[in-house]
């Protein structure tokens, strides 16, 4: 046959071979089910990786909240009222103990990229429930913090802990025999008491990182609301921009304390995974705008991009990029809707902090 003729038959082979992959991958695909809320986390979660990488999973609504604190930090778009539905409806179709293994392919193989893509969430009433097994059979070996001891290795530091996925490789480790203080057979462990272990040691590992559920705020009214009223009519000022009777009327009825607290310090920064069950999302951020004007040619206003000592971009309102090298005759007037929050964070205290959170728990 003629060298391309062979090239062609190459071509045709490889092409087949394309085409009967992707129908398995077709006919293998996980979609996310149908239920209120399906469409906006195929839009905001679909983008990146299949539902498989979800159904895996069973959470509760705080380990789910985490989980898409996570897709935020890692690029995902849409409103807080959109990442909202979305948590509701992981919530209610994978709450925990409800999981479905979609595929017999690895999630990681199925869904790579920059690192673990398939974490393990931390389920915190499952964790509570692992605590009361390591306690009684592990605790005198390894320490009340899994950091190990004089009789045993620290598990928090333990690549078979680190590469465990609820279970998966804490699981056949004890299936094969270990020692454990009640002198109970390891192998005897239920997949749920090995499931729950796994959440605490990850919720340990989370601990040493000062990145666990742990960390969860759990009270922050401890001001004085009447010095709270005092300073947001006086000295803090902020009655020149907010009403009770206004803006934040009834504004404790749609967020809880820590919410309040986050709002009022870094309003910039907010987050919709922090709102209570059921509230309002609100409003996102306001955008920082400027207006840039060169020394030729006419300026141009829109949202600010980059400022920093050698360059300034922004995007106008018909969605146009400029972008400016910074020199003594480019003039730049920033309007940051926040500066005033900014300029207070050089002068309030915490007690003040305090005092303004529970005066705006006030607000009903």
Not at 110 to 132: M, S, W
Not at 182 to 198: F, G, H, I, P, Y
Request: proline letters at 7%.
């Amino acid at each position: 046959m003629p060298r391309f003729g062979t090239y062609l038959l190459g071509a045709a082979l490889l092409a087949t071979a394309a085409f009967g992959q992707n129908r398995q991958q077709s006919k293998n695909r996980v979609e996310f089910p149908e239920a209120p809320g399906r469409e906006t986390a195929q839009k905001l979660c679909g983008t990146c990786h299949g539902a498989e990488v979800v159904i895996t999973l069973g959470l509760s609504r705080a380990g789910w909240s985490q989980v898409i604190g996570r897709m935020v930090t890692r690029g995902a778009k849409g409103t807080p009222e959109e990442f909202g539905t979305v948590l509701d409806y992981l919530t209610t179709n994978f709450p925990p103990g409800r999981t479905a293994a979609p595929t017999s392919t690895p999630v990681r193989s199925r869904a790579p990229g920059i690192g673990a893509l398939d974490q393990h969430i931390v389920d915190v009433a499952a964790a509570d429930r692992g605590r009361k097994t390591y306690i009684a059979n592990c605790i005198s070996c390894h320490g009340p913090k899994a950091r190990g001891n004089e009789n045993g290795p620290d598990l928090v530091r333990s690549v078979t802990v680190l590469h465990d996925r609820y279970g998966s490789t804490i699981g056949p480790f004890l299936k094969a025999g270990h020692p454990m203080q009640s002198k109970r057979n390891s192998a005897s462990l239920t997949k749920a008491e090995v499931e729950d272990l796994s959440h605490f040691l990850h919720q340990r590992v989370g601990d040493t990182l000062r990145s666990g559920p742990y960390s969860e705020v759990l009270n922050v009214l401890t001001g004085d609301a009447k010095a709270g009223e005092a300073f947001f009519n006086g000295a803090g000022g902020c009655n020149s921009c907010h009403s009770p009777s206004g803006d934040l009327a009834h504004i404790a009825g749609k967020y809880d304390p820590p919410t309040l607290q986050q709002r009022f310090v870094f309003p910039q920064a907010m987050n919709f995974s922090r709102r209570r069950a059921g509230g309002s999302g609100g409003p996102g951020p306001r955008p920082v705008t400027a207006t840039v004007t060169p020394p030729s040619g006419p300026a141009a206003s829109g949202v600010l991009l980059n400022l920093d000592d050698f360059n300034v971009a922004l995007r106008d309102a018909e969605g146009e990029y400029h972008s400016w090298k910074r020199t003594p005759g480019l003039r730049i007037e920033k309007q940051d809707p926040y500066a005033a929050h900014v300029a207070l964070l050089e002068t309030m205290t915490d007690k003040n902090i305090h005092d303004v959170v529970a005066y705006l728990e006030t607000l009903k």
